[in-house]
């Protein structure tokens, strides 16, 4: 017995060979002890294997979870000052009216009733391109919030969607959109 842990000392463990096998034999033990205190596996899928479906965080048959908003948000403008339906009016009909005027008439009706970051955008357009000449139905207003609304407008070409938004209580365009029909 000496002589094994002598030889074991003195020649196996100063290789690289008998560290390596020391090492595996330290690893193996430890994975075997881990196992045999961790008691029997667990045969569904984990984090690697996947899932087999979707994971579901709510229970469908519970609802919806989500915010509830219990009232349509209301605009809110300055007293005396126009409703958002009036001003997207006033300024589709402005940029309706294309015909037999010059660029500049053009944006100045329209300038009023746009916000300086529309008004930027619209200079140098010609109003020659606006796609559409009259309107041709009542106006609908989609409030997003009470300083954010959207107007579509129809138009004898399509709809005009106008996004109005309130700065201190008084409305102005902000985005100008037309789809066809």
């Known amino acids: 017995m000496r002589r094994a842990i002598e030889f074991l000392f003195t020649r ?3 290789s690289r060979l008998g560290i390596a096998v020391v090492i595996a034999v330290l690893v193996v033990g430890i994975v ?3 196992r ?3 008691g029997p596996g667990d045969d ?3 984090l690697i294997g996947g899932t087999p479906g979707p994971i579901e965080v709510t229970d469908p048959a519970a609802g919806d979870d989500g915010l509830t908003v219990t009232t349509e948000p209301s605009p809110r403008t300055s007293p005396g000052a126009p409703e958002p339906a009036q001003v ?3 300024f589709a009909t402005a940029w309706l009216d294309h015909r037999d005027t010059t660029a500049e008439e053009w944006h100045t009706g329209l300038r009023p009733l746009a916000t300086e970051n529309l008004t930027e955008q619209l200079t140098g357009v010609d109003p020659a391109t606006v796609p559409a000449d009259r309107i041709t139905g009542e106006l ?3 409030p997003q919030n009470d300083s954010l609304v959207e107007v579509v407008v129809p138009v004898d070409s399509g709809e005009l969607r106008l996004g109005l938004v309130a700065s201190s209580g008084r409305w102005r365009v902000d985005t100008v959109d037309w789809q066809r029909r």
């Open 88 to 90: 997207a009016r006033t």
């Open 12 to 14: 196996l463990l100063r």
């Open 36 to 38: 045999l205190v961790a």
């Open 140 to 142: 609908v207003v989609v």
């Open 44 to 46: 569904s899928p984990g």
């Open 32 to 34: 075997g002890a881990a």
